[in-house]
Nanobody, 127 residues
Framework: QVQLVESGGGLVQAGGSLRLSCAAS????????MGWFRQAPGKERGFVAA????????YYADSVKGRFTISRDNAKNTVYLQMNNLKPEDTAVYYC????????????????????WGKGTLVTVSS
């Protein structure tokens, strides 16, 4: 089992920045690809970003490319999502996710197939 706990959400004005963190415990963190998903009210949970187990590769949804950056620190068992130039349409609950491969994270439909989830942290962007 892998336990994931997100933090860093909150209320921010459009154009602002937030950094989300996800602390992992349980099985060896470095064995897993990590990712972030988000779910807005009335919408499916969707892929945001993913990072390879060693940080060598990163992937992003088109809607966040150039604004969001995913990173990880395996010594701290933590993955981050730096979000810049936030827009009202980024408002959602953000979930940390872990799976064996980034492919699983990148191709998950409505989050199906992901091995582990955090409980989420709310990000609200005001206009």
């Amino acid at each position: 089992q892998v336990q994931l706990v997100e933090s860093g959400g909150g209320l921010v004005q459009a154009g602002g920045s937030l950094r989300l963190s996800c602390a992992a415990s349980g099985r060896t963190f470095s064995n897993y690809a990590m990712g972030w998903f988000r779910q807005a009210p009335g919408k499916e949970r969707g892929f945001v970003a993913a990072i390879h187990w060693n940080g060598a590769s990163t992937y992003y949804a088109d809607s966040v490319k150039g604004r969001f950056t995913i990173s990880r620190d395996n010594a701290k068992n933590t993955v981050y999502l730096q979000m810049n130039n936030l827009k009202p349409e980024d408002t959602a609950v953000y979930y940390c996710a872990a799976s064996r491969t980034t492919l699983t994270l990148r191709t998950a439909v409505a989050g199906n197939g992901v091995d582990y989830w955090g409980k989420g942290t709310l990000v609200t962007v005001s206009s």
